[in-house]
Each structure stands twice: as C-alpha cells, then as structure tokens.
C-alpha cells in the first residue's frame, strides 16, 4: 500500500524485508536444507527431462523486493513424454 | 486449548536483546502466583542478573544459582520469597561469575528439582543463543518466545525457533511485546497478524507499550502486581492461557479500531 507521498508503508516494507532475509536465514542455518531441495527438485526435473550432468546450479537470490528459487539445469535432451513413473 | 501442566519449566526466551525478556518473565510470574500457582522465577542470565531488580528483591539475595551448583548452599536457601505476593519466588543468578560456571546438565538438576515443589518455573534466559541460552532450555519443557514488531527481533526470533526446533522442544508461543497498535493502523510498524503469520507460530499473548512499564520497573513493582495498566492486563491475560483459560484476544487487537474497521470496508487493509 502506498502512502500520500507514494512511498511503501513502512511496515509492508518491514514484511518484505523480513521475507527475504528469513528465506535466506532458513536456508544457510540449515545445512541438508538446499542439498535436499536441489535432490528433490532434480528428481523431479529428471523424469521430464534427461538432465546433462555438469554444472546444475539451484541456489537462493534476492532479487529486488523479493527472493527467488533460481534453477540452471542444463538439458541433453527432452523425454518423449514426461512422468514416466505414472505410465 | 489446554493449559499447561503444573510442575512444567516454562523458558522465556527471545534472541535478541531488550525486546523485554526479563519484563515478560517478572509479570508472568506475579499474574501465575496471583492465580494461586506456586511459581519460580529462575534467571539464568549469568554474570548479568537482571531479574531481582525489576522484581524488587534484589536486596534480600544471599545465595544464587551458581552457589547452589557448586554446592555452597541447598536450593531452599538460594530461594527468595517476595513478602508481596504469596507463592512467588525467585532464584538469583550470580553476578560475579560468567555462563560457563553452569553446564546445561547442572541446570536440568536444578529444575528438576524446582519441579518437585512448584506448579510453574519460569526460566529467564540471556539474549544470544551461546551456552548462557543451551543452559536456561536445558531442562525446559516449553518455550515462550518474546518478539518486538522490528525486523531484527523478528528475524532473531525465527533462529531461536529454529534452535528450540532442533532441542525437540514442542512448538514454542509467541509473546509480540511493545505493539503501538496506533502505528499498525497507520501502516508503520507490524502486526500481530504479519509477524505471527512470518513466524507460523501460535500467539500467546499480545502486550501494548505502556509507559508504566518504565514506572513499575524503576520501583521494582511489576506491572501485574496491581490493577490498572494496560501491560499488565495483558500479562495476566497470558498467565489466565497458560492455566488453559480461552481469553480473547480481542481487547488488544490491532484490527478492531473504528478506522481500520472503515479500511476494511473499502478493501484496503
């Protein structure tokens, strides 16, 4: 919400602020917590695609007001179809 | 909700520091005696005691816990009753000495043996999160948390969860201490509402900066111990949900004032 002047509210930016250090926070003061997020998330990725080894980088970044997911997998090739496991 | 069962230690604990620990620990143990619980005041803040003054006794402390722990004297005589207020005691920690005269296991005996005799003990702990804090959730069972509505005592209040989490404590509850419920509704400071939704931790109860606070704690008289303030209607009102009494929130409620009411109705809260 904006003010008369046009500025954020202080608290909504307090929040945001808060967001992004807490996401941030959570994740370094717990060290399986990213490894088991990027396992999980090329478990995932692997059953659409055929994921090209080197290089696959899932990591944290602020980005503005807010904080973002990032994910570089790199993609030798794509399944026929995906979520094989389900056929 | 149930409350919480008697002979339970109960950690009032925060991260950082001044966001009203002590305070927190002091009020609820008079609004808990005022209930007719017997109650123990434990301050586990070593090196810099802090309790016996805000509760007024701190010329009657003989011995403190580092004395019991090195066993110049039995707990008993470590204990100081307040003549106030019946069922109200307070373990001194030591002033002299630093928070490695206590290992975690000396104070789970301590407790262990407060236990036998009292219907709640409240451990005040240090701000950080070094062995001073390990010592005062040793021999907790439950945690209250005392957070201000500022990012730093917010943040540090989700790493204390974190480590009351990996301690196996049960989920510990949320104290949000100094709420200028004016300020929310112009947007500048936080609400109960935000932090706790940040925090995913059940409230306990809401205290309003009061300015008898500075009052009550320069005389040494809690707010709770008589009538008539804001801060300690609130503390007794937390002390009423630790015995498992539904009290509602509502009278501190941020969101219950004529504009905010209005807002809402225009869709912009």
Partial sequence: MLNLFGRNQSRDVAKNRLRNVLAHDRADTSPEFMDHLREDVMRIVSEYVEVGGQGVDVHLQSVEDHVALVANIPVKQLRRRGRPSNN | ?269
């Fill in chain 2, 1 to 269: 909700m149930g409350g919480w069962p008697v002979g339970e230690v109960i950690v009032i604990t925060s991260g950082k520091g001044g966001v009203g620990k002590t305070t927190t620990t002091a009020n609820l143990g008079v609004a808990l005696a005022q209930l007719g619980m017997k109650t123990c005041l434990v301050d586990a803040d070593i090196g810099l005691r802090n309790l016996d003054v805000v509760l007024g006794l701190e010329n009657r402390i003989v011995y403190d816990l580092v004395d019991v722990v090195e066993g110049f004297c039995r707990l008993r005589q470590a204990l100081i009753r307040d003549k106030r207020l019946e069922g109200l005691n307070l373990l001194p920690a030591a002033q002299t000495k630093d928070k490695t005269a206590v290992t975690p296991e000396q104070m789970r005996q301590v407790t262990d043996e407060l236990r036998q005799e009292f219907d709640y003990i409240l451990i005040d702990s240090p701000a950080g999160i070094e062995q001073g804090f390990k010592n005062a959730i040793a021999g907790a069972d439950r945690a209250v948390i005392v957070a201000t509505p500022e990012v730093a005592s917010v943040r540090d209040a989700d790493r204390i969860i974190g480590l009351l989490e990996a301690a196996e404590l049960p989920p510990a509850r949320l104290v949000v201490n100094r709420l200028r419920p004016g300020m929310v509704r112009k947007g500048d400071m936080m609400s109960v509402d935000d932090i706790v939704d940040i925090l995913a931790i059940d409230l306990i109860g809401v205290v309003p900066e009061d300015e008898q606070i500075v009052v009550t704690t320069n005389r040494g008289e809690p707010a709770a111990l008589t009538q008539g303030s804001r801060a300690g209607d609130a503390y007794r009102a937390i002390a009423r949900r630790i015995r498992g009494e539904d009290v509602p929130f509502a009278e501190i409620d941020d969101r219950t004032g004529f504009l905010s009411r209005l807002r809402r109705i225009f869709g912009q809260a």
